[in-house]
């Protein structure tokens, strides 16, 4: 059984009782905690607003995005087929690191790309737990999400921990 900290925390309280030591307790009394694990994970995040949206000069599926930051605005080039100017999103900036690896600023096909606009799988997220729209591309967050806010796990309610107790 997969529980979330967070709810359990709605239930219990476990103030000054980390994931690590509830699992410690859980397991001393007979409910094994096989693992434990986070919702989500990465760094360097913040939440952007895509300001245009162009398609790649060199391919047919890429787009070349400018991303409001909040502190700057940078270019992405991004290959999720629903990105779109308007959008607010989740930008993993130079230096981050991701499940599937660090993000560093490179060249795509002839055009720079300092970052890259997130779905929440390559977070980490488990893909179980999410629509088919959110596996077919990147994270669209809503309006009233605060451009250069650099905790999206928590604007989102992904900043939890996962306890596998058999």
């Known amino acids: 059984m997969r529980l979330s900290y967070n709810w359990l925390k709605q239930y219990v309280d476990l103030s000054g009782i980390s994931p690590e030591e509830l699992s410690n307790r859980m397991t001393l009394a007979?409910?094994?905690?096989e693992g434990i694990e986070p919702?989500?994970?990465?760094?360097?995040?913040?939440?952007g607003k895509v300001l245009t949206c162009v398609a790649h000069p060199n391919s047919d599926h890429l787009h070349v995005t400018t991303v409001d930051i909040g502190s700057e605005v940078i270019q992405v080039v991004c290959?999720?087929?629903n990105v779109a100017a308007g959008q607010k999103v989740i930008v993993a900036l130079p230096g981050a690191k991701l499940p599937g690896g660090e993000?560093?600023?490179g060249v795509v096909r002839?055009?720079?790309s300092n970052g890259m606009i997130c779905a929440l799988f390559e977070l980490g997220v488990d893909k179980h737990s999410l629509t088919e729209e959110q596996l077919s591309g990147i994270e669209v967050l809503p309006e009233d999400a605060?451009?250069?806010y650099n905790d999206p796990f928590g604007y989102l309610g992904l900043d939890d921990v996962i306890l596998d107790v058999s």
């Open 30 to 33: 007979g409910f094994e905690v």
């Open 79 to 81: 290959g999720a087929p």
């Open 110 to 112: 002839g055009e720079e």
């Open 146 to 148: 605060p451009v250069g």
């Open 103 to 105: 993000i560093k600023k």
């Open 39 to 47: 919702m989500a994970s990465g760094t360097n995040l913040v939440i």
